[in-house]
C-alpha cells in the first residue's frame, strides 16, 4: 500500500466468498488424502442409517480435522462448517456442531472403542520400531459437571472438583501414543493397568516385540511387576523412598559408586531388596545426589542427600538405569500435547462412553499429527508443538479461485514460510 487511510474511514462488507483462515492446512489435509483416512473409518458406516447425509466415517474424520485445526470444544466446530478448506475436504457440505454429540454418543454404544484402537495401530504400525519401551502414566482431566462416572479424587489443580482418571501409554522412541483407558476420577494409578497393558501387548503386529516398561511409583506392586516379568520383560520403575528402603541401603555392605564428582556430586549403588507387599526379592538401584560443599562435606553428612530409587529387571550400572528411566520425563511432555494441544481434558458430552471414544478420537488425531511431522515436516519443525505450529503454519489467510478448470489456493503473500509449505506439499504428494 502506498498510502495509508484511517481507520476509522474503512468500510466492511461480508462478502469474500470461498475464503479461509487455515490455508496452511493442506499440506496436512493432502496427507489424510494420501493416507485414505476417511476410508479407514469405513468399517463404522453400517451402523448408521444408509441414507444418512454424514456416515460416521465422516464424522469422525470432520472430529479429526477439528482438533488438529484449534477446535477445543465442539461447539467451535460452528466456525469451520462454512469454511472453504474445510468444505473442499469433506467434499461440499460440513456437518452442523450440534451433530457431533450425537453421532458420538450413537457410535459409542456399539461398544467401538477396541476397533478404533486396531484401525490407529493399523495406520501407526509402519512407524513403530521393530523393538518397543512402552511408558505408563496418567493424567487428571477436571469436569465441571455431573458427567457419567465421573467421581472424586486426588486433583491438585481444582481439589474436590469430579474428575476423569486416563491411563495412557506411549511408545518412548517415537512420541506415538499406543492405548488410553478413560476412568473415574476416584480410580487409583494402578487400576487397570495389567488390562490396559495386556491390551496394548495383544494390539501389536507380530513383527513388533515390546524390550522394556517403565512406570513412576503410582504402578509400584507385586502384580505389576509380576506381569512384566511372566512376560520375560525388561521393566524399571520409580519407588517411594521409605525408611525401611533407607535401612536396607544403607545396612547393605556394598560400596556407593560415583559417577559424577563436579559441582554436584552423584553416587550410586544397587541391593537386592524385599518390600513388605512383595513375593521375593527384586534388583533395586539407589541414586543419590548433592551439591558439593568445601572439604567434601557430602562424604560425611547424610542428611543432605537426595535419593532416588528404582526397581528393574537389567544388570546395568545404577547411572544407566537412572537415565534410562529419566528419558521417560518425556511423556509428560506428550500428556501435555494431547491435553493442551488436542484438548483431551475438554469433555464434550455427558456420556462416560462417548467421552472415552472422544478421548481415542483426539489420539488419533495426535499421532496423525505426530507422523505427519515425522515423515513430511522440514527438520527444524518436527520439534513443532501442535500449538505453534498452527500458530506459524496452519492461520493464514487463503482464497480459492477457479479458473480453466483448476483449483487454486491463494494465500497471503506476507506467509512466512513459503519455502516450508511447498516442501511440505511436494513430500506428501510422494506418498503411494
Not at 100 to 106: E, I
Request: some cysteine.
Amino acid at each position: 500500500m502506498k498510502f495509508i487511510t484511517n481507520l476509522s474511514n474503512i468500510k466492511v462488507n461480508f462478502n469474500l466468498e470461498n475464503a479461509t483462515n487455515i490455508a496452511g492446512l493442506l499440506p496436512f489435509l493432502q496427507f489424510l488424502k494420501q493416507m485414505e483416512i476417511e476410508n479407514t473409518f469405513r468399517c463404522f458406516d453400517p451402523i448408521k442409517k444408509s441414507n444418512s447425509q454424514f456416515p460416521f466415517r465422516k464424522i469422525i474424520i470432520y472430529l479429526i480435522i477439528g482438533w488438529v485445526a484449534s477446535c477445543t470444544r465442539l461447539f467451535h466446530f460452528r466456525s469451520m462448517q462454512k469454511d472453504a478448506m474445510i468444505q473442499q475436504f469433506m467434499g461440499g457440505k460440513c456437518p452442523h456442531h450440534t451433530l457431533l454429540g450425537k453421532d458420538l454418543r450413537s457410535l459409542a454404544k456399539f461398544n467401538v472403542q477396541l476397533d478404533v484402537k486396531e484401525l490407529m495401530h493399523d495406520v501407526i504400525e509402519p512407524a513403530l520400531p521393530s523393538s518397543l519401551i512402552l511408558d505408563f502414566d496418567s493424567t487428571i482431566e477436571t469436569v465441571y459437571g455431573n458427567q457419567e462416572l465421573a467421581k472424586k479424587g486426588p486433583n491438585s489443580h481444582k481439589p474436590g472438583r469430579k474428575s476423569y482418571h486416563p491411563l495412557l501409554v506411549y511408545e518412548g522412541k517415537t512420541r506415538l501414543c499406543l492405548n488410553a483407558a478413560l476412568r473415574p476420577g476416584n480410580r487409583h494409578t494402578a487400576d487397570n493397568a495389567i488390562e490396559l497393558a495386556k491390551e496394548t501387548l495383544n494390539l501389536l503386529s507380530e513383527s513388533q516385540s515390546v524390550s522394556y516398561g517403565r512406570f513412576d511409583k503410582g504402578f509400584a506392586g507385586e502384580d505389576f511387576y509380576s506381569f512384566w516379568e511372566g512376560k520375560q520383560i525388561d521393566y524399571v520403575g520409580k519407588l517411594k523412598w521409605t525408611s525401611r528402603l533407607a535401612k536396607a541401603v544403607y545396612t547393605d555392605p556394598g560400596p556407593w559408586i560415583r559417577f559424577v564428582d563436579e559441582d554436584i556430586v552423584i553416587e550410586g549403588k544397587t541391593i537386592e531388596y524385599q518390600a513388605t507387599s512383595w513375593n521375593k526379592p527384586r534388583r533395586v538401584s539407589v541414586i543419590r545426589k548433592a551439591d558439593r560443599f568445601e572439604m567434601d562435606q557430602v562424604q560425611f553428612v547424610d542428611f543432605i542427600w537426595e535419593h532416588e530409587a528404582m526397581v528393574h529387571t537389567m544388570d546395568w550400572t545404577p547411572i544407566d538405569i537412572w537415565r534410562f528411566y529419566n528419558q521417560r520425563a518425556c511423556m509428560e511432555n506428550y500428556i501435555k500435547e494431547a491435553k493442551y494441544g488436542f484438548s483431551i481434558n475438554r469433555i464434550p458430552t455427558g456420556s462416560f462412553k462417548a467421552n472415552e471414544l472422544d478421548l481415542l478420537i483426539k489420539l488419533f488425531a495426535y499421532n496423525l499429527f505426530e507422523l505427519f511431522k515425522m515423515d513430511h515436516c522440514p527438520t527444524p519443525m518436527k520439534s513443532y508443538t501442535i500449538q505453534r505450529f498452527r500458530r506459524e503454519i496452519v492461520q493464514a489467510a487463503g482464497v480459492f479461485t477457479f479458473h480453466a478448470r483448476q483449483t487454486m489456493l491463494k494465500i497471503q503473500e506476507a506467509y512466512l514460510h513459503k519455502r516450508a509449505f511447498l516442501n511440505m506439499i511436494q513430500s506428501v504428494k510422494k506418498l503411494e
